[in-house]
């Protein structure tokens, strides 16, 4: 089973602006090559397939596409592989934002 985490600025008490838009996202994203936005996400499983549509900016890992979802201001993102954490705490300070379990 895979952590959740979220990236936020909730917890931050001298900034602006607290939530992190999906145009902040898009402009961000848009600059690292390893990234690319989808409007849904497919998860397949041995019986059964669910797509969930959001806003998704796929991380491309060797053949692994992993997602971290903008909702409601923060980035939301499951760490199913090690190295998503790395990649978790870069997006996260490149984004002025901190990480929290959730």
């Known amino acids: 089973m895979s952590q959740r985490f979220r990236i936020t600025r909730s917890f931050q008490e001298n900034t602006e602006e607290l939530t992190i838009t999906l145009e902040e996202c898009q402009q961000y994203f848009a600059s690292k090559p390893d990234f690319e936005y989808s ?3 497919t998860v397949k499983g041995p019986e059964s397939t669910m797509t969930i549509d959001g806003d998704f900016f796929m991380w491309s890992y060797g053949e692994l596409k992993i ?3 903008h909702y409601m ?3 939301y993102v499951a760490v199913s592989n090690e190295a998503v ?3 978790m ?3 996260a ?3 002025q934002a901190d990480l929290t379990e959730g």
């Open 73 to 75: 201001g923060d980035l």
């Open 89 to 91: 705490i870069e997006v």
């Open 39 to 41: 409007p849904s996400f």
């Open 93 to 95: 300070s490149d984004l």
């Open 67 to 69: 997602p971290f979802r």
């Open 85 to 87: 954490v790395p990649k």
